[in-house]
């Protein structure tokens, strides 16, 4: 008979496994934002091009580094088309984190590695956070990848080839950078500014040439090929989707001076539940810690462990409330310092793990809003739009969607090879990065493709089907409306 091992860390990597595994495709894809990564991730696998992002063959996808897609791709080529398996990149980022976050407090505070990871497996955000396809994920297991070399560097045993690990800092760097461009760097102030304050030997430090060509060589050459290959891009990069979204409220996320209360607040009350009284005991002495640190370098080396943790929270924490482009997931990253801090926290007043009985209870509840989440009435879920499109058209090559949100998950739930349209009724303005439409009614008429299905809000549905006979068509509604939209098909009359 085997006997199972009853060490905290098995039953840790046992619960974070069956937290992020079981479940992990209950539900279909939602739209918009894991039915957007996953439609650019299968384009890559349908056209074979794996260095552009597309949204169709027409368009591109440029509002993210290629990493998210890569990984997602790659997951679907080895496990098949099923959400599953476009969920699983994220589902592994977690567990990731919940290792390295065992790994770091190991470092900065031996004895409480076992109560760090488990905080972070059992976080409400962090585990929901791991049902979800975005680049997010990803990006903090990146950054916590970087940060743990950093610690390593610093905190090791004598400091062992410390090179080595500085030289892993920077890879970790360059694939946050391919996963969100500058803001995957955002740690690396942190690392600098810990630098600063306590300088240590010459190869402790973060800025080694070694470790910056390594950076290079990872991080830029699929920027340098596809800004080559589009004119224009570099300026994009740099002007939409890193200066608009830190200096302005383009894109409406909270951008309002009070938006940091509203998003990030709850989100750190909230998501770290059930730890969250031992951050909050923590904040209490947080004043009283920072001043013997600002005014006395030798406290301040002597804390080494409590400061490191704490600027990698505190001074991202502070740039996010800064910028004007605000949401919940942003803050995902800050989650391993978080458990950092409070292990270190629950450590320093003696207390032990909790009883499993109580986690196992908390566990359940977990496992139960994954659940609820699969069956809760939504009108994101592809699947359900995929279901009604199948029975009312049978077989379907493309989809299209006249001045409404495109569905984008349905590209998953009908199989490779479909195309995902949005089109205006008129020809329009439009940036040549990331436009809102793919082409005028007209343009999409005259392609003149089989087994597409058309989409409108019901509302807008008369007035469509005359403009289309204006252009010369015929517009057939298939069966009733649908979450308030007409599915239709449309042909070319007889002479």
């Given at each position: 008979m085997?006997?199972?091992?009853r ?9 974070a ?17 894991e039915g957007r ?11 074979g ?5 597309r ?7 440029w509002?993210?580094?290629p ?5 997602i ?8 088309v ?11 980022s ?50 916590t990848l ?11 045993p004598?400091?062992?080839r410390?090179?080595?690990?500085i ?19 955002l ?10 304050a306590?300088p ?5 430090r ?21 800004i080559?290959g ?12 890193v ?6 409220n383009?894109?409406?996320?909270h951008?309002?001076w ?13 998501g770290t539940l ?14 009283a810690?920072?001043?013997p ?23 991202p ?16 990253p800050?989650f ?20 499993w009985?109580?986690?196992a209870?908390?566990?359940?509840l ?7 989440a699969?069956f ?11 279901r009604?499109i199948?029975?009312?058209?049978g ?13 984008y ?9 479909v ?10 303005p439009q ?7 793919d ?9 003149h ?12 549905w ?8 204006a ?7 298939l069966g009733?409306?649908?979450q308030?939209r007409?599915m ?5 009359p007889r002479?």
């Open positions: 085997v006997r199972l091992p060490s905290a860390p098995f039953w840790t990597a046992a619960l496994l069956l937290l992020s595994l079981l479940l992990l495709g209950h539900r279909g894809i939602w739209d918009p934002d990564y996953t439609n650019v991730a299968l384009n890559m696998l349908d056209s091009d794996w260095l552009n992002p949204r169709n063959h027409e368009v591109g996808h509002t993210k580094p990493l998210t897609y890569w990984a791709a790659s997951s679907v080529a080895a496990f098949g099923n959400p599953w398996a476009a969920r699983l990149p994220a589902a592994l977690y567990l990731l984190c919940v290792w390295l976050a065992w790994r770091i407090a190991r470092r900065l505070r031996p004895g409480c590695e076992n109560q760090a990871a488990l905080i972070y497996a059992t976080m409400l955000f962090t585990v929901g956070a791991a049902q979800l396809i975005t680049t997010d994920y990803l990006l903090a297991a990146a950054e970087a940060m743990w070399a950093f610690v390593e560097a610093r905190f090791g004598g400091a062992a410390p090179r080595r690990w030289a892993l800092m920077w890879v970790g760097f360059a694939l946050a950078f391919l996963t969100k461009g500058p803001p995957g760097l740690p690396l102030l942190v690392v600098l500014l810990f630098d600063a306590l240590g030997r010459r190869e402790h973060a800025l080694q040439w070694s470790g910056l060509l390594l950076f290079v060589l990872l991080a830029l050459p699929w920027y340098v090929a596809v080559h589009n004119p224009g891009l570099f300026r994009y990069f740099i002007g939409d989707e200066v608009n979204r830190v200096t302005t383009e894109f409406g996320r951008g309002e009070y938006g940091w209360l509203q998003v990030y607040l709850p989100t750190l009350l909230l059930p730890w969250t009284p031992a951050l909050l005991r923590w904040a209490r002495t947080l004043p810690r920072v001043r640190w600002w005014r006395d370098p030798p406290r301040r080396a002597a804390d080494a462990a409590w400061l490191l943790p704490c600027l990698w929270l505190l001074l924490l502070l740039v996010f409330c800064l910028a004007r482009s605000r949401l919940p997931l942003y803050i995902l800050l391993v310092p978080l458990a950092v801090i409070a292990a270190m926290q629950r450590h320093q007043e003696g207390r032990a793990l909790p009883r009985p109580r986690l209870l908390w566990a359940a977990l496992l139960g809003l994954q659940a609820v699969g809760w009435p939504t009108h994101k879920d592809a699947a359900d739009w995929a009604a199948r029975a009312r058209a077989a379907v090559r493309e989809v299209v969607f006249v001045e409404d949100m495109a569905r998950g349905l590209h998953l739930h009908l199989g490779r090879g195309e995902i349209e949005k089109i205006s009724l008129e020809p329009l940036p040549r990065f990331n436009p809102p439409y082409e005028p009614l007209a343009t999409e008429l005259a392609e493709e089989p087994h597409v299905v058309w989409i409108c809000k019901a509302g807008r008369p007035a469509l089907r005359a403009r289309i006979a252009l010369g068509y015929q517009a057939s509604a009733t409306p649908y308030g007409v239709f098909r449309v042909s070319k002479p």
